[in-house]
């Protein structure tokens, strides 16, 4: 019987083992610009990587961050919008290439509060999926904006502070599937091997 258990605690933990790589991407500078067509993220450097349970990675010249959005549904620039789900997310540099989308609508939100500095700070939040170096992964990206200036102004491209871009892989389906199937039939056969 405490065969049967831990096979089946077995069987219930191979698909988190899937989920474990998780990669943590930080890039600062570069330009956003927008319209109704959508936000594009240009010249953005990639500082950091942190491979969780891996290396950790920091410097200058890591890579690049570049994104475009799909089109403005709702909203305006100014004081907030979304964006359709589409457009391109691509993270490239040495032993990086992330080539992805926006697998949901984009948020783009002035943050309460921020002309208190006299700064006006905005945020875009999005899902992205993709492929990691040929790995299917999805995760989130949050990326910070400043502009100096006076609340409700966005007349032109605005510099990006700080972008942090979070991806784990993504097990097939199918894969799963196979691998549950065959762990419960593995469990039948040694629980009539535990009878006779």
């Known amino acids: 019987m405490k065969r049967i258990v831990l096979m089946a605690l077995l069987t219930l933990a191979l698909p988190l083992a899937a989920f474990a790589n998780q990669i943590d991407f930080t890039n600062h500078g570069g330009t956003i610009s927008g319209s109704s ?3 594009t993220l240009t010249g953005s450097d990639l500082t950091y990587i942190d491979i969780y349970g891996g290396t950790k990675t920091s410097g200058v010249d890591l890579g690049t961050v570049t994104f475009t959005t799909g089109a403005l ?3 305006n620039i ?5 964006f359709a ?3 391109t997310f691509t993270i490239t540099g040495a032993g990086v290439a992330f080539v992805g989308t926006f697998s949901g609508p984009v948020t783009w939100a002035e943050l309460p ?3 208190s500095s006299g700064s006006i700070y905005y945020t875009l939040t999005g899902n992205v999926s ?3 170096n040929g790995v299917s ?4 990206t949050t990326q910070v904006t400043f502009l100096a200036g006076k609340a409700g102004f966005m ?4 510099a990006l502070a700080s972008g942090d871009t979070v991806v784990s892989s993504v097990p097939e389906p199918g894969t799963l599937a196979l691998l549950g199937t065959g762990m419960v039939g593995l469990a039948g056969v040694i629980r009539k091997r535990l009878k006779a």
């Open 155 to 158: 007349g032109g491209p605005i």
């Open 85 to 87: 789900a589409g457009g």
């Open 73 to 75: 549904t709702g909203g």
């Open 113 to 115: 509060g921020s002309t």
């Open 137 to 140: 992964v999805t995760g989130l």
């Open 78 to 82: 100014t004081t907030g919008a979304t």
């Open 130 to 132: 993709g492929t990691y």
């Open 37 to 39: 067509a959508g936000l």
